[in-house]
């Protein structure tokens, strides 16, 4: 029979000696415990109540307590952290801390509390299904894919769809089939990916065959899966015909780099519940390719197009209905098309809120001028690679389009500090992107000064810019500056740098373009303090990476500034 001890016959609550924690009898019954040697921090949790908040389990999880206890199935805080805590219930209890015993240096001692006692409390914990839900929020999809492997209950919780809203699952041919012991090859199962609700795919390398096999082994393939990426696929016109009709659900397609299907292809495939269409690289997409979506795809909000042979024609395909429903149109590297293209597409299609001609070399300012003129609702306006431009495009642009939030000049190297100058008139205007804008200088961002909406701006490329500028810019303005600049020995840094009045952040990547005789890596730190009236900056470098050839292609230096 166990000798109960009353809380008079008790000692004093924990005396350390040696660097030892003795905890008295237990008043419920379970006996005494020593604990080996700890740090002083645990040696001082231990002797005295705690304050700090812990972690309850559940009140609905069940405890198999010795029958001696008096409280039934709930542990008092004497029971668990000794005698020295109330014994009240467990309503007037404070938090006990985290059970000390479980992580001991030296197991084979006696613990507080019975292994069998307080391996379920945590095992009911770590499998909560409630708890698992809030808390596997907070991990990344690549996390998210080794959790689930931890445990049936896990896997279970991580299963739900919720946990991979907006993810893609990237499929690549070879994957799609497991080799048989016979030498056969069967197609893999793709319940796992049903379970989770996967409603977008990303085919790499598939053929014909390859897609018909995925539409009939995936069970949410007719009407679940709303959008398909094909890259680098061998699918003729019979495939797409196939994969449009079995896929009812189809809402978003991208095609890239599929060489094999055709215009007519097009015209016997699209179907008008489409609403986004994305096609690049493809070879046979000219004019009669646009025809054909304009014709089929009366609900088109947005069209990226990528191909040579497009001309001026195809941009007076889109009917009245399009004009209406089409608000993102993105023409990257359409070299055949014109001003008169221009002309074209900003009558029919008046309503368009996002324009990209990025690469559209024979676009000038003319074609800049009917763009701002008749698409004033345009907010994000993409000029890259267009070295036609010049600093009355800017003009245009700042006097007519007053909804623009985003400006894309990379590679427009006529465009100057008077450029800028116009641009800084424009109240709405959040995003700047000037990338390898070579005639821009310092004098050009100090008309940046008063764009009080701005809060990005890239300047990589450009080597005429100070970084005593990009510093007051930013100080000046709560913004995020990204540019390139020259030192000595450095052939180029781009630099990305976040700041605000009190504080500021600066990363820089940069590349050397001096050459070593060896392959090896090189890893720096360097350390400079500047000291301004607010300001104090610590600048370090590291990270140098060296290739075959003994080049630098890639570091980082990452510059934390605060305010004194």
């Given at each position: 029979m166990l000798n109960m001890s009353t809380p008079s016959e008790l000692k004093s609550p924990c005396v350390?000696?040696?660097?030892m924690v003795k905890l008295p009898p237990q008043p419920n019954g379970l006996g005494s415990a020593s604990i080996t040697k700890g740090t002083p921090a645990a040696k001082n949790r231990l002797c005295q109540s705690s304050s700090v908040p812990g972690i309850l389990p559940p009140l609905s999880l069940p405890y198999h307590l010795d029958p001696l206890n008096p409280l039934g199935s709930l542990p008092t805080a004497a029971s668990l952290l000794g005698p020295d805590l109330d014994h009240s219930p467990l309503t007037a209890l404070k938090p006990p801390l985290r059970q000390v015993p479980l992580t001991l240096p030296k197991p084979h001692l006696p613990l507080t509390?019975?292994?069998a006692l307080l391996l379920p409390l945590e095992r009911q914990l770590a499998l909560d299904e409630k708890l698992l839900n809030r808390l596997l929020w907070y991990f990344t999809t690549a996390e998210k894919c080794v959790l689930a492997q931890v445990c049936r209950t896990w896997r279970k919780v991580l299963y739900q769809p919720k946990f991979w809203e907006g993810v893609t699952p990237i499929l690549h041919a070879k994957e799609l089939y497991a080799l048989l012991p016979s030498g056969e090859k069967e197609f893999v199962s793709l319940q796992a990916?049903?379970?989770?609700?996967?409603?977008?795919?990303?085919?790499v390398g598939v053929s014909d065959l390859d897609i018909c096999e995925f539409i009939d082994n995936y069970p949410l393939s007719k009407k679940g899966v709303k959008s398909v990426s094909l890259k680098r696929s061998t699918i003729t016109d019979a495939g797409l015909e196939v994969m449009l009709e079995q896929m009812q659900g189809l809402m978003h397609l991208e095609l890239a780099g599929c060489n094999d299907f055709t215009e007519a292809g097009l015209w016997s495939s699209l179907n008008a519940r489409l609403t986004s269409l994305s096609v690049s690289d493809c070879i046979n997409v000219a004019d009669d390719a646009i025809a054909a979506i304009s014709q089929l795809l009366p609900n088109l909000s947005e069209l990226s197009l990528q191909a040579y042979h497009v001309t001026d024609t195809a941009m007076a395909y889109f009917t009245a209905?399009?004009?209406y429903t089409t608000h993102t149109l993105r023409l990257h590297s359409c070299w055949e098309i014109?001003?008169?293209?221009?002309?074209?597409?900003?009558h029919s299609l008046p309503n368009l809120t996002a324009l990209s001609l990025s690469g559209c070399s024979k676009i000038t300012d003319d074609g800049v001028e009917l763009v701002?003129?008749?698409?004033?609702?345009?907010?994000s306006l993409d000029l890259s690679w267009c070295p036609r431009i010049t600093d009355m495009a800017l003009e245009y642009i700042a006097c007519d389009l007053h909804k623009l939030e985003e400006l894309v000049l990379d590679r427009c190297v006529r465009v100057t500090d008077t450029g800028l100058?116009?641009?800084?008139?424009?109240?709405?205007?959040?995003?700047?992107y000037l990338r390898w804008c070579c005639q821009v200088q310092d004098f050009g961002l100090q008309h940046l000064f008063g764009m009080r909406s701005l809060r990005l701006l890239s300047l990589a490329g450009i080597h005429s810019i100070s970084l005593s500028v990009c510093l007051s810019l930013s100080l000046a303005r709560s913004l995020y500056v990204s540019l390139s600049l020259s030192l000595a020995g450095i052939h180029s840094i781009s630099l990305t740098l976040s700041a605000s009045l009190l504080s500021l952040s600066l990363c820089l990547s940069l590349s050397l373009s001096h050459s070593l005789s060896v392959c090896l890596s090189l890893c720096l730190t360097l350390s400079m303090s500047l000291c301004f009236p607010f300001l104090s900056l610590c600048l370090s470098v590291s990270h140098s990476q060296f290739n075959s050839r003994g080049f630098i292609v890639m570091g980082n230096i990452c510059l934390h500034c605060q305010s004194k």
């Open positions: 350390p000696r040696n660097g509390l019975p292994l990916f049903a379970l989770r609700g996967f409603q977008a795919f990303c085919l209905k399009q004009g014109t001003n008169h293209g221009v002309v074209n597409m900003v701002a003129e008749n698409l004033r609702k345009l907010r100058g116009y641009l800084s008139t424009m109240s709405s205007l959040r995003s700047l």
